[in-house]
Structures are given as C-alpha cells and as structure tokens.
C-alpha cells in the first residue's frame, strides 16, 4: 500500500481580501509524480511556499514526510528538495561553489558534500561547466543545475514549482526525462506544479487541479479522462472522400447521435452511445471512402478548461 | 549556530572578494594617510598636544574623527544595504530558506560577516595612521595614550556596526536595493548635514540674537586709539544657550553622538557640534577615564540604536514572506 508523503488539511493562506489558498486537502502518496495544475494565480505557488515553511498558514496545518509544516518546518526543510520557481543563483560563483554552498547549508560533511556535488553535476550533465560562474549559464542549464541543488539533501520529496518554464522544447524535454528517470530509478516522490497541460499529462501520474485556492479536483490522469468522457459522450473523427452534404444528413437523423460538424474536411460525431456502425454503414451506402476513423480522446486541457469553467461558475 | 556559520563563511568570502569592499579599503586607506598626515602637522605646529592629536588635528580639512562622522555612514550603509534584498531579487533567499536552517542564522550569519569587515577596516585605518605617523613624528603614544586608541578603535567599530544593523533594516523592510540605497543616502545626509542645520535654524528662532549694534559693548579706546571690540557678557550667555540648543538637537544624530565620544576619549572637549561652530576652546583635555564618564551615554545610545535596527530586522525578517523573485 502506498502512504502519503503530503497530506494537508484544510491548509488556508490569506492575504488581505484574497484566499490564496483555500480549506486545501491534497493528498501525495510516496512514489508518485504528482502535477499540481491550475491557471496564473490559483494558488500553486503559494501552497509550495506553505509546504517548504517559507511562509506562515492562516489555518490549517499539513504534514509533508512525517513532520507538521509550522512545528516541524526544518525537518521538512531536511528531507524535501524544492526547485523555487524562477529559481536564483549565485551569479558570481561557480556552478560548483553555488552547489557546495547548499550541501554546507545541509551539513553536509566536507568531503561528502564535494563528492556529492560532482556527481550531481555529472547526473545534470553538467560536469564540464562545473568551475564555469553561473551568469554565463543558459536558462536551460541554470534550471538543471537547480534540480542539482534541490537533490543534494538526497531527499524524500522534491518539489519542482513550474520547472519547465520558458524553456525551449528540447530544454523542456530534458526537464522531463530527468523527472521521470528520478521518479523510476530513485523511487523519489516528485510534486510538480505547472500550468503546462501537456507537461503535466506527459509527467505525472496524478494530478490535482486548483482554481482559486481550492482543490477542484484531484485524481489520477487516467481516471480523469475516462470520468470526462463518459460525463460528454463518445466523439469520434472521421476522414472521408467524396462526402457530401445529403450525407451529412442522414448522419445527423441517426438514433444516437447528438451532434456533427465538420471543420477542415474532418468530420466530427458525437454520439450518445455506440453507434460507429451504423454512421460507417450510411457513410458507405452513400458511396463516400472512410480515410481515417479514430475515437477523440480528451486531452487533459478538455478536462482542465471543463473543470476551470466549473470553478468559476 | 551551523547555519549562522555556513552563511557566516560564504559571507566573508563574498565581502573580501568584492570589489566594494576594496574601493571602500581604498578610499579609506587614502582618507586616513591624509588624516594622517594632517594630525602630523598639527602636532608639529601645536607641540604641547599629545600624540593622540594625530586623530582630532585638523590642519586643513578633516581630522580623522570627521572623517569618521562623514564617511562612516557610508561604509556601514553600503556593506548592509542590500544584505537581504539583494537576496530576494535574485531568487536565492527562497532556495537558502528551504534548506534545513532557521531564518535568523542567515541574518546572524551576515551581520557577523559585515561587523567583521568594518572591524577589518577600523583596525587597518588607525593602524595605517599610527603607522604612518609615528616614523613622522618620532615618538609614539603613551600608555594611556595606547588605552585611548583602543577605546577609539572599539567605539569605531560599534558605531561602524550600528550603520551597519541599519543598512540591513533597510535590506530588510525594502523589497528593491535601489530604495534601500536611496533610504541609506537619504539617511546618511540627514545625519550629516540635514541635522546640523536644522539645530542651527531651530537655535536661531529660539535664540535670535540681538542686532549687530548691541552685540558689542562701547569699546575702550587703547593707546593706538583703535577700536577693540569686545563681545559683551550677554552675548556670550546667548551663544552659549544657542550653542547647548543646537548640541542637544544634534544628539538625535549618531554622527554627533560619535565626534562627542571620540572627542571625549581622545581627551579632546567637544572640538565641534556639528558644521560651522567650532568650539573656541579645543585645548580642554581630559583623561581616559574622565572621557568615558563623559561620553557614556553617547557610547549607550549608539548601542542601543544598534540593537532596536538588529532587533527590528529579526522580527520582520522572521515574519516576511518568502516568495521567489521578491
């Protein structure tokens, strides 16, 4: 049985007028990734800074690793990595001196810490930059050496808040794969935030959506997209040749089919039940050529807008 | 406390290897061998003052104490002003915080490190003006001379630290170094020059001195049959009352606390209160012990100012939010 490594209840963070976060309950178990996914401003950040203790809850409390948040904030700070959003460096030292100076903070013992930082620096590819000050350091590399910094505790838990921010494609993708090699080969719990989708969807294994400061949804990426789908129907994509308008038609008067349209020469269904056979049968009684056929599959951003819209209403 | 001295070691690191720092030891360093050589020849032009005249001697411009009250506030704004802010700019306050440490070694840490800097700089100062005067002189100070040095070595260094707690209030309390640079510069001519005036105008309504005619009595005609002006008894009682008015009012600034202390120490009466009124009496020397007496309270206050800015950034500090990017 997996066990939770995150577990907040009714965490809450207000500002003046604006709950930030809101009566939050998420749960994390131990091996997961989990994504935290949500529009600008819906509290992502703020409930990291709340984990990590760099900021005081209004109410409500949370226990990450074993410890609670507001008694027990160092030794959450001891077994939990983070990668701060638009993490900073020290620019005038080297990318070595920037990691060392993090593992001192850890006590970590001298030879142990350098031995550590070399072979982070290798694990981040990063290894001939080492000696090199960090202000020369691309956006990409100034993120790999943060996943550096946020490992050298060797810790339980990392968190990475919007890790893959503007980076290019490739950059995002090296992001990932080192996520998900971590989460693989180290069993390491990783919580991501991001307002990527298709990072998220790409990454994680769960996922909980948050729209101002409250938990709207949380589950795994799977069950969601099975739970959107049957919630909306089946919807499935037709190429065709030779179709015409009469076609479309006699589709439409099909017992079963809610809805059709067709954009870009791909025609779209919607149907209340199973009713691929009989919409093929018409579309070959009137002499039309199917190209292509494929069930639309929601992808996490269906489920995110439904869900956004659902929040704000 | 491990905390305090991991931060403790990267900030020693950090303030050595800075360019800052070695302008400040160059300005400073240039300054002193300048005060130096001033003191030197206002002892060779007032041969009955002792050595310790090397440090309030002013034979053309500053002695080494306004050097002090003048630039002080600098080198103590300029090493703390952007001890936390600077931090919180660029992201790495958050990524230091989540590590296993708590809040306070990182201001320890680095007030540590900045007392330890302006240490450095007092002790190379004094040392390089002794150096420098001693081989131009050619005798030293006495023991109790040495004794006075070391007391104004360590008030130096406290009132050098106490610009220093300020500066890091004011990294603290602001969120960008330019306005904390600017809260440093404000405050830095507020002390030095603003205070100073307003004593002078405040002493001028409250004691507004009678008309030109009145301020002398009917002169006695001497042999030459010349006119000696001679300064009339109550016009002497008016200055003297504007005088304690505006050295009270100038107390309010640390600078004026400090000259009156080191003055103090260095057996030297109260050479000035602030611009522009220099006392016609410098030569009033006290002893060691009678000058601490004297300036206790001076020391006292700038003690105290030292640990309401510390105490006053540990608990916003403590408190503040720790967001990346500010």
């Known amino acids: 049985m997996s066990k939770p490594i995150i577990e907040t209840k009714d965490l809450t963070k207000i500002y003046g007028d604006i709950r930030a976060v809101d009566h939050l309950n998420l749960t994390v178990d131990e091996g ?47 077994s939990v990595g983070l990668l701060p959003e638009a993490a900073g460096y020290y620019e005038d030292l080297t990318a070595e001196k ?11 013992p001298k030879i142990e810490c350098e031995k550590r930082v070399s072979e982070l620096l290798e694990e981040v590819g990063l290894t001939d930059w080492s000696k090199v000050k960090v202000e020369k350091f691309s956006r990409g590399m100034k993120q790999r050496l943060g996943i550096a910094q946020a490992l050298i505790k060797r810790p339980k838990l990392v968190i990475f808040d919007e890790p893959t ?47 101002k400061g409250k938990m709207i949804v949380e589950d795994t990426i799977e069950n969601l997209a099975k739970l959107f789908s049957e919630h909306q129907g089946m919807n499935i994509e037709f190429k065709l040749h030779n179709a015409t308008p009469e076609l479309y038609k006699e589709i439409e008067g099909i017992d079963g089919v809610t809805l ?23 579309i070959t009684k009137y002499g039309a050529e199917i190209l292509l056929m494929k069930p639309r599959e929601y992808s996490l951003e269906d489920i995110f807008m439904k869900y956004y819209e659902d929040g704000v209403r | 406390m491990a905390g305090s001295m991991t ?33 030197v020849e206002y002892l060779k032009n007032n041969p009955q003052r002792g050595f310790l005249a090397i440090f309030t001697g002013q034979e053309f411009g500053f002695s080494f104490i306004q050097l002090m009250v003048f630039f002080g506030p600098i080198i103590g704004l300029a090493l703390g002003f952007d001890a936390i802010n600077k931090e919180r700019t660029s992201g790495t306050l958050s990524t230091v915080l989540s590590q296993p440490i708590f809040r306070d070694s990182v201001l320890n840490g680095k007030f540590l490190a900045g ?34 040095i070391i007391s104004l070595t360590l008030l130096t260094i406290l009132y050098l630290a106490f ?56 002169g006695n005609r001497t042999q030459g049959g010349g006119f000696n002006p001679q300064i009339s008894p109550e016009y002497r ?90």
């Open chain 1, 165 to 211: 921010i503007g980076l290019d494609p490739a950059g995002t993708k090296e992001i990932r794969d080192m996520i998900l090699k971590l989460n693989r080969e180290q069993g390491l719990t990783v919580m991501m935030s991001s307002h990527l989708l298709h990072e998220i969807q790409l990454t994680c294994t769960s996922v909980g959506i948050l729209n």
């Open chain 2, 115 to 148: 007392t330890v800097a302006v240490t450095t700089l007092t002790i190379s100062t004094i040392g390089l003006m002794i150096g420098l005067a001693i081989p131009m002189l050619g005798f030293g100070p006495t023991i109790d001379g040495a004794f006075s």
């Open chain 1, 98 to 108: 920037n990691l060392e100076y993090i593992g001192q903070l850890n006590d970590l």
């Open chain 1, 260 to 282: 059709v349209n067709q954009q870009n020469g791909v025609l779209n269904v919607g149907m209340k039940r199973d009713v691929t056979i009989e919409v093929s049968k018409v």
């Open chain 2, 163 to 218: 610009w220093l707690s300020l500066g890091t209030l004011f990294s603290v309390l602001t969120k960008k170094t330019s306005t904390s640079m600017l809260a440093s510069v404000g405050t830095w001519l507020t002390c030095v020059i603003v205070i100073s005036i307003l004593a002078s105008l405040i002493a001028n309504a409250m004691v507004p001195l009678p008309s030109f005619q009145g301020t002398f009595t009917q």
């Open chain 1, 32 to 78: 997961e990734i989990f994504g935290l996914l949500g529009p600008n401003g819906a509290g992502k950040t703020t409930t990291i800074i709340l984990l990590m203790g760099l900021s005081m809850p209004t109410a409500g409390t949370a226990i990450v690793v074993g410890h609670d948040i507001i008694r027990g904030s160092k030794e959450v700070r001891r």
């Open chain 2, 237 to 326: 009682a008016l200055t003297e009352q504007r005088f304690t008015i505006q050295s009270t009012i100038s107390k309010v600034s640390p600078t004026n606390l400090y000259s009156e202390a080191a003055s103090a120490i260095l057996g030297v009466a109260q050479s000035r209160a602030g611009f522009g009124i220099i006392n016609t009496n410098p030569t009033r020397t006290l002893t060691l012990s009678q000058g601490l007496a004297a300036s206790w309270a001076n020391i006292a206050a700038i003690a105290v100012g030292l640990v309401i800015c510390f105490v006053a950034s540990y608990i916003k500090f403590l408190r503040s939010e720790i967001r990346p990017g500010g």
């Open chain 2, 7 to 39: 931060v403790f070691r990267k900030e020693m690191a950090d303030q050595f290897g800075s360019k800052r720092f070695l302008i400040l030891l160059g300005i400073i360093g240039l300054l002193s061998i300048m005060s130096a050589y001033q003191g």
